[in-house]
């Protein structure tokens, strides 16, 4: 009998067929005269469930943000000796090895997250990401403890790593599983809105703090601030997520004893084409995300020579546009379906990514603000999309372990390296156009996959 993640007992029943049964410690659903939970209630009950869903994701990927946009000062305070591109591929490095630990943790949390619930899941990958956030602003520099320095933040990352690999599959399940069938996409856009978000916040806190602080000072002290918010932000995430209950379509499932025992077992032997269509749809959300959002202010301060200060900036502009028009996607793809969305954003890139790059070498800070604006538009074509499209893919029973499996085998191999591909294709090509090609080449592997991938947005997820 699978367990209920809302108690240590078994499967509560649904609202709908035994009035008033809540889990203790929860709310308790608000029904009608017919045992039908209010419409109010399941507007509320949906609202509460995106305000978790959204401060979870945005917790991890502020997290996330942080080291990506301070990366050159955790350069010199953890490898000094070094010169300044090997010390910013060592710092690369280890942001790419903590991605290795990904595809474990996608099948321990989806694992989880199919056997016990959706919700469990999620509450102890957001406690895990905090805690090992808010250590590495705890750590001592290079030069106080030698090399043990850069060993503790490799294993803390690694534990960072390990964490995030459940929480943007966990939240896109328990957000799709809860919305309105026709508002799927949309509902499931929160994710990559909160990913956004923690980013935006990350860049914003990297500008002020780069332009208010001077470099000894950023060495010393102020890289450690934006680390110390991952406590508090991470304690409320958890709050939220445990006064709610898992899903509907879970836990009718639960009801109904059909969960399987080992889901990633099933996945691979019942459902690996499913997998490896995923996986590849995944590649240009893996490799435009990490180029565009996070690695794009090193890239203009390293390699195009804009101020450091005006490279936050840009970025900052760059995810505002895309947290608005992320929902708009979701919209788009609930109307005309997920495959019409996501082949688009795959020809767009293959067509403009080059263009992109040649404009950003000019060096004008308007001229690079608006290719930004441009890319972030096109990246959410694909971002807007995928949460939705990677969720409808697998049935209830596996639909976690699908959802985490996928999207960090190709975040793990192509995700967190591109950071540091980029830096070495521009290294060893010697010409700054180079991550351009490695943006075309993923949209295309994604042109393949999508096309060759069902519509998934019509169907129902229960009986999938």
Same mark, same amino acid.
């Given at each position: 009998?699978?367990?209920?993640? +809302? ?14 049964? /809540? ?11 017919? #045992? ?19 401060? /979870? ?49 996608? @099948? ?8 016990? *619930? ?11 990401? +905090? ?5 590495? %602003? ?5 030069? %106080? ?52 978000? /923690?980013?935006?916040?990350? +860049?914003?806190?990297? %500008? ?59 996945? !691979? ?18 490799? #435009? ?46 109307? @005309? ?19 992109? !790059?040649?404009?950003? *070498?000019?060096? +004008? ?28 893919? @697998? ?51 994604? !042109?393949?996959?999508? %096309? ?13």
């Amino acid at each position: 009998m699978i367990r209920n993640s +809302s108690s240590g007992t078994a499967s509560q029943p649904l609202p709908s067929q035994h009035p008033g049964s /809540g889990t203790p410690g929860h709310d308790a659903p608000d029904l009608s005269l017919s #045992g039908q939970p209010r419409p109010e209630e399941i507007r509320s009950t949906r609202r509460r469930v995106v305000a978790a869903s959204f401060i /979870g994701n945005f917790v991890e990927w502020f997290d996330y943000a942080v080291y990506g946009y301070l990366a050159v000062t955790i350069t010199a305070v953890f490898f000094p000796e070094s010169d300044p591109q090997t010390g910013l591929m060592l710092t690369f490095a280890l942001f790419a090895i903590s991605f290795l630990v990904r595809p474990l943790g996608g @099948f321990v949390w989806g694992h989880l997250g199919d056997r016990i *619930g959706r919700r469990t899941a999620l509450s102890w990958s957001i406690l895990l990401m +905090s805690m090992a956030t808010f250590c590495i %602003a705890l750590i001592p520099s290079y030069a %106080a403890i030698g090399i043990w320095a850069p060993i503790t933040l490799l294993l803390l990352r690694v534990v960072q790593g390990f964490s995030a690999s459940g929480e943007y599959a966990g939240a896109s399940a328990f957000l799709v599983e809860y919305a309105p069938a026709n508002r799927r996409g949309l509902f499931a856009a929160v994710v990559p809105a909160s990913t956004a978000t /923690g980013l935006l916040l990350g +860049s914003l806190i990297a %500008a002020l703090l780069t332009g208010l602080l001077d470099a000894g000072q950023m060495s010393d002290w102020g890289w450690r601030l934006p680390f110390l918010l991952a406590a508090p932000m991470g304690l409320i995430g958890r709050y939220i997520r445990n006064k709610l209950e898992d899903t509907p379509v879970f836990r009718e499932l639960a009801e109904e004893d059909e969960a399987v025992k080992t889901p990633v077992s099933d996945l !691979f032997t019942q459902h690996w084409r499913a997998l490896l269509v995923a996986s590849g749809a995944v590649l240009l959300n893996a490799v #435009g995300f990490y180029v565009i959002l996070s690695y794009m202010p090193t890239y203009l301060s390293q390699e195009i020579g804009l101020d450091e200060t005006l490279s936050y900036i840009a970025t900052t502009v760059a995810l505002l546009t895309y947290i608005g028009f992320i929902f708009l996607t979701g919209m788009l793809s609930d109307r @005309f379906g997920r495959k019409k969305v996501l082949i688009s954003a795959s020809v767009l890139f293959i067509v403009l990514t080059y263009p992109a !790059f040649v404009l950003l *070498g000019t060096g +004008s800070f308007v001229v690079i603000v608006l290719v930004q604006i441009l890319l972030g538009a096109l990246l959410t074509l694909n971002d807007g999309t995928l949460p939705s499209f990677l969720a409808e893919m @697998f049935p209830t029973r596996v639909r976690y372990s699908g959802f985490a499996v996928s999207f960090n085998l190709s975040n793990a191999i192509f995700g967190g390296t591109a950071p540091l591909v980029a830096t070495w294709l521009i290294a060893t090509s010697g010409t700054d156009l180079a991550p351009s090609w490695y943006l075309m080449a993923a949209a295309a592997v994604s !042109f393949v996959a999508v %096309a060759l991938a069902p519509e998934t947005s019509r169907k129902p997820l229960r009986h999938r």
